[in-house]
């Protein structure tokens, strides 16, 4: 019997290249879109209506997929935003929209499908964070908070769920080819902030970082081999080398150093 996924944001990027993967694998696939209307004739997976950050739409989201294939697997929860700028000058509302869409709509989701994982007595649910969950990086803050808060979340979650047969884990991929920067909320460049030079290069350095970033696909087959993994760790990384070491760095060097090491990668 194929395994039935449920991959929230998966109209673009890293959701929709999992979900044309694992289709390709014969899974029984649900992508979820804010407007499903407008992917379900392009692509050759089942898409449904989700607003991670609604509870009703939430609910019956994970009812569509029970009605109709009466079970759930894999919860594969990706949807999520970018956001940019100064601390000083961000909008505290966006701030804590973001949180709403990158910690709390997942957390709603992972407590949308637990009562029917609880009883298969079985699930994997492997949440989509990011490497920038190590570290606050400058001018993207609240990115690397919202990332962070959910993996601690997951970790908690992970051992309360493990005597009903659930596996929970972090997958944290750096910079890869998406169209995040079209969807990401940026706080106003103003030519009068004391920012403006260095949030003006770390803007480029993003956007080149994910021009250049590594091919999706190779996050949708380390999502694949998660799924017949009957016991994984807690934490994955996809990405550079350079990006992937930048943790391991953190925890061994002194904290000072490495804060110069990332001052002077951002030129500040």
């Known amino acids: 019997m194929p395994k039935v996924v449920l991959i929230s944001g998966a109209s673009s ?4 290249a999992t979900a044309l993967y694992l289709h390709e694998k014969n899974y029984r696939v649900f992508g979820t879109s804010r407007k499903p209307e407008q992917y379900q004739e392009q692509y050759p997976f089942t898409f449904l209506a989700l607003e991670n ?20 697997d894999v919860l594969i929860n990706n949807a999520g935003v970018g956001i940019t700028g100064p601390m000083e000058e961000i909008e505290l509302s966006a701030v804590q929209q973001h949180f709403e869409v990158n910690c709390f709509g997942p957390l709603q989701l992972i407590q949308g499908v637990l ?9 994997l649910i492997v949440n989509i964070t990011s490497i920038a969950a190590d570290m606050g990086l400058p001018f993207r803050g609240p990115y690397s908070a919202a990332k962070g808060a959910l993996e601690r979340m997951a ?37 009068d902030s004391p920012y403006y030079k260095t949030y003006e290069f770390s803007l480029e350095q993003m956007n080149e970082h994910v021009d250049n970033g590594i091919d999706p696909k190779e996050i949708a087959h380390q999502l694949e081999a998660l799924i017949h993994n009957s016991n994984p760790k807690v934490r994955y990384k996809v990405g550079a080398p350079l990006q992937k070491l930048s943790g391991i760095l953190k925890s061994l060097l002194p ?14």
């Open 13 to 16: 990027g890293l959701g929709l």
């Open 53 to 72: 950050t609604d509870a009703e739409s939430i609910q019956n989201c994970v009812a569509a997929v029970l009605d109709q294939e009466g079970r759930l």
């Open 115 to 123: 009562p029917q994982m609880r009883k298969q007595q079985e699930g």
């Open 155 to 191: 970790e908690a979650l992970r051992m309360e769920t493990k005597a009903f047969g659930i596996r929970i884990c972090n997958l944290a991929p750096g910079d890869f080819v998406s169209n995040i920067a079209e969807r990401r909320h940026y706080a106003k460049l103003k030519e």
């Open 255 to 268: 904290s000072r150093i490495f804060e110069k090491l990332l001052m002077n990668h951002y030129k500040l």
